[in-house]
């Protein structure tokens, strides 16, 4: 029974279902064919049992060379049934129609029976506790239905529309959390320079009090307000650049890479000639053009090489690779590297370390955004010289995927 299920699993439902009926259709084609027959024997056997009249009891002989036929009588006639032998005959008429029918009424129940349970009851039952899990939030479950016909498609569709509904649910979760650590960031950031702008001010008001100020005080308390003022709009303009980077829509287009590779040394040589470091480019690509929001891959650039800049030595190391699915950029240093809690929280909103020191944590986090709305990630790691590793990963898109 088991190899007869795998059988019907390999078969798509039409098939199974054709391949059901037809062999339903054949054992009552067969009853049915039986049935006729036995009855029809019945009623001859039934009919026999009549009374024969001779009308003409006359016979006649003919002669032909030697041989003697008798002829037969002129005519005869049956008697009539007797009453039980009439029931009996009327009832195998009765059979002779109702037991086919019985056999094709009961074969399509058998037929939709077989079709249920071996097609279509295991991949329903699955189908309906998948739905279950997802009204009850669960999306931890997998549907183990393995079969090549539509239903089986069916639940390899739902398990990928489950992965994603995961996938999504987990973005929003980690969103959630990061607008939660954003607010905790800007209540604790923002309160430090307002602290010193109020600190000068009640500063400057017993100074004023007392008459105890001079000019040069007085310049250098406004100076230091003013730092302040600027440190305050500095980290208000970052959280509107973040929001503005969220809200951007990505608008992928078909990009020369040859003229994208001439527009990174052209913009990021100039950068490098700025911080009077080398800036190495290689490019290991092969593909012709690449579909990207060009703008945004160079917006996510400059900001991983501003930090690289700021922190490497000597030399910064461009790399450009490209498999399958991705495009890689990866941008090494030969400074003193990330520390381990860098390397898991580099690309987080507001992380504060050495790393980000007087950006806010914003660079690397715009990076991320941009990586994530292509697709891709942004991962930190130290390279073999010490220094700092920054790899960049864009999901590529084929042509069916981009039209």
Known sequence: MEKVNNLFKKMSLKKALLIITSMIIFFVTILSTLTILITTNLQHKILNTRSITINNTSSTYQVETGIVYKLAPDSYSYGKLSTSNQINYYLTISLMIILPTTYIILGTVLIVKIYYR???????????????????QDLTFKIPYD????????????????????????????????????????SHDLRTPITVIKGY?????????????????????INNMYQSSQRLECY?????????????????????FSNFIY????????????????????DKTKSKTIHIDKNMILKALENILNNAFRFATNKITLIILETDDYLNFIIQDDGSGFSEEDVINGTSLFYSSSLNKGDFGIGLSICKIICEK??????????????????????????NNFF
């Open 118 to 136: 071996i097609k279509l009851q295991v991949p329903i039952k699955l189908l309906k506790e998948g739905i279950d899990c997802i009204a009850n």
């Open 147 to 186: 079969s090549y016909d539509e239903l089986g498609l069916l639940c390899n569709t739902f398990n990928d529309m489950k992965d994603e509904l995961s996938k999504n649910n987990q973005k929003m979760w980690k969103l959630l959390r990061e607008r939660k650590a954003l607010i905790a960031s800007v």
């Open 201 to 221: 001010l009640e500063y400057l008001d017993k100074a004023l009090s007392k008459h105890q100020i001079n000019e040069e005080i007085l310049k250098t308390t």
């Open 236 to 256: 208000v303009d970052s959280i509107r650049n973040i929001q503005k980077i969220e809200d951007i829509e990505i608008i992928r287009s078909e990009v020369n």
């Open 263 to 282: 527009l990174i040394k052209k913009d990021f040589e100039l950068l490098a000639n700025k911080y009077r470091k080398n800036l190495v480019i290689h």
């Open 374 to 399: 292509h697709d891709g990630q942004v991962k930190l790691a130290n390279n073999s010289s010490k220094g700092g590793t920054v790899i960049m990963e864009i999901k590529k898109l084929s042509l």
